[in-house]
């Protein structure tokens, strides 16, 4: 059975920083697209950003100069190093992989918990 599990979430004030890690059980994903999305009480589930399988990387809008995604396929773990937070960043965040070529992922973890206090 495949599994990913974040890590890392947690609760800092504004202006902290947080590193996020999903790990892959069941099988690796060195040849897959890999994600972070995130969502916030009562908004729908937005992106944050994506590497792909050649270590190139896109974000979303709020992450981008803030956030920075990582891979290391040895150890198959998925990292987000999240800088500079703000309260709107507070939102459940979850780490996907494998695109369906839908513009969805196959594969979905649980979400851990960010909150940026003011």
């Known amino acids: 059975q495949v599994r990913l599990v974040e890590s890392g979430g947690g609760s800092v004030q504004t202006g902290g920083s947080l590193s996020l890690v999903c790990t892959p059980s069941?099988?690796?994903?060195?040849?897959?697209?890999m994600a972070w999305f995130c969502q916030a009480p009562g908004k729908e589930r937005e992106f944050v950003a994506l590497?792909?399988?050649?270590?190139?990387?896109w974000y979303g809008g709020p992450a981008m100069g803030r956030f920075t995604i990582a891979r290391d396929n040895a150890k198959n773990l998925l990292y987000l190093q999240m800088n500079r937070l703000k309260a709107e960043d507070t939102a459940i965040y979850s780490c996907?992989?494998?695109?369906?070529?839908?513009?969805?992922?196959?594969?979905w973890g649980q979400g851990t918990q960010v909150t940026v206090s003011s």
């Open positions: 590497i792909s399988s050649t270590d190139g990387t």
């Open positions: 069941g099988r690796t994903f060195s040849y897959s697209d």
């Open positions: 996907a992989a494998e695109s369906d070529g839908r513009g969805g992922y196959v594969y």
